[in-house]
Structures are given as C-alpha cells and as structure tokens.
C-alpha cells in the first residue's frame, strides 16, 4: 500500500509555471506507476499526465503535451509534474495516482490509490 500527499498548488497568472509533487509513503515507490488527474467544478475527472513503474515511458493528455512534464524522483519517493504556460482552462483541483506494476492508464478507476489533491488557479 501507499499514500500519497500532493503539493505546489496555488494561484497563477496565465503563461506562468508551477511544480506540482507528489510525495509517496512506503519502500516500494519504484514499483508505482503514477497518474496525474484533475477534475475541474462540474467536470469529470480527468487524466492529465502518467509516468511508468520503471520511469521508461509517460503519457501526456494532448491538452497538456508540450507545456507539462511528469518526472520521478525514486531516491525521493516523489513524483513532479511541471507545468508551464498555464492557462485558465488548466484550473482544476489537481490529483496524483498509483498502482503498483501496472500498465499507464487514462482510466482513473485504473488506480487504486489517491491523492487529497491540491488546487490550481489559474488567473486570465
């Protein structure tokens, strides 16, 4: 089992960036495939970017490619996702997602484990 803490949420102005982390618990971080989701008032959640159990391959949303960037940091236990030229649309409460040894999936009820998330605001 593990749980996840996320955090670097806050308030931008459009164009900006943040850094999101999601800090995990246990000795088998590396064994984890993350998700990133979000889930936006009155909107389903959705998945936002995803990074593999070995760190060898992610998978972005194509409303995301080419600004976000996921990243591990297994000595951490922490994944980050980077996230530059923001825009309105991106706001959202941001949510980070595990299982363990399994494939990168879109499909949130793919993951077992969650995170509290943490809100992104971004000001036009």
């Known amino acids: 089992q593990v749980q996840l803490v996320e955090s670097g949420g806050g308030l931008v102005q459009a164009g900006g960036s943040l850094r999101l982390s999601c800090a995990a618990s246990?000795?088998?971080?590396?064994?984890?495939?993350i998700g990133w989701f979000r889930q936006a008032p009155g909107k389903e959640r959705e998945f936002v970017a995803g990074i593999i159990w070995s760190g060898g391959r992610t998978n972005y949303a194509d409303s995301v490619k080419g600004r976000f960037t996921i990243s591990r940091d297994n000595a951490k236990n922490t994944v980050y996702l980077q996230m530059n030229s923001l825009k309105p649309e991106d706001t959202a409460v941001y949510y980070c997602?595990?299982?363990?040894?399994?494939?990168?999936?879109?499909?949130?009820?793919?993951?077992?484990?969650w995170g509290q998330g943490t809100q992104i605001t971004v000001s036009s």
């Open positions: 246990g000795r088998t971080f590396s064994d984890y495939t």
């Open positions: 997602a595990a299982d363990r040894w399994v494939d990168i999936t879109t499909v949130a009820s793919r993951y077992r484990y």
